[in-house]
């Protein structure tokens, strides 16, 4: 890829994107959350469900049908097949990949058992403007093109709902529609 093209990408992406649990899982039309995603002013979507999942890019083909400029790509695994509160980060801290950049972040074993410490929990899982904000400022700084966000409900499951209030949020670091 040229550097060009790699400019272009970064420009299309805009600092902030949103990760999205399948919509169809909840009962949601995917083209519905599509279209508030991109009115919203987020340039990208990442759409959890796991790689395997034999309908995965068929399931991207309905947000971009239902668009005109997202970028839309699959999740790396679903997060949200699993239940909330600590258990939403139990299975990662399970896998060897995850404890060790957590490790060399100064979390130890302690801070691994059951479903994450609160310091962990805290550290990993932002809620509320201010730590979403924080955290994203923390991560551009730290060197991050783009920073892809999760909008949860009460429940801790993925909230269509919330994206409005998250990219009102996030707003001074979305490209401008």
Do not use: C
Request: glycine share 10%; charged share 25%.
């Amino acid at each position: 890829m040229t550097e060009d093209a790699r400019q272009d990408l970064r420009l299309r992406l805009g600092r902030v994107g949103l990760w999205a649990s399948p919509p169809e899982r909840f009962g949601l039309d995917a083209a519905a959350v599509a279209v508030a995603t991109e009115r919203a002013g987020f340039g990208s979507a990442w759409i959890g469900g796991g790689n395997t999942d034999p309908d995965a890019f068929q399931r991207l083909e309905r947000w971009l049908r239902a668009t005109e400029r997202i970028v839309v790509a699959p999740g790396i695994a679903s997060i949200w097949a699993r239940p909330p509160a600590r258990a939403y980060t139990a299975r990662y801290l399970q896998m060897p990949n995850y404890t060790s950049s957590l490790s060399r972040l100064g979390f130890g074993q302690g801070d691994f058992a059951g479903g994450g410490s609160d310091r962990l929990v805290e550290a990993i899982v932002p809620h509320g403007p201010d730590q979403v904000v924080t955290r994203v400022r923390d991560h551009l700084r730290a060197g991050a093109d783009h920073v892809v966000l999760q909008p949860l409900g009460d429940d801790g499951n993925f909230a269509p709902s919330q994206i409005d209030a998250l990219a009102e949020t996030v707003a001074e670091f979305r490209t401008p529609a």
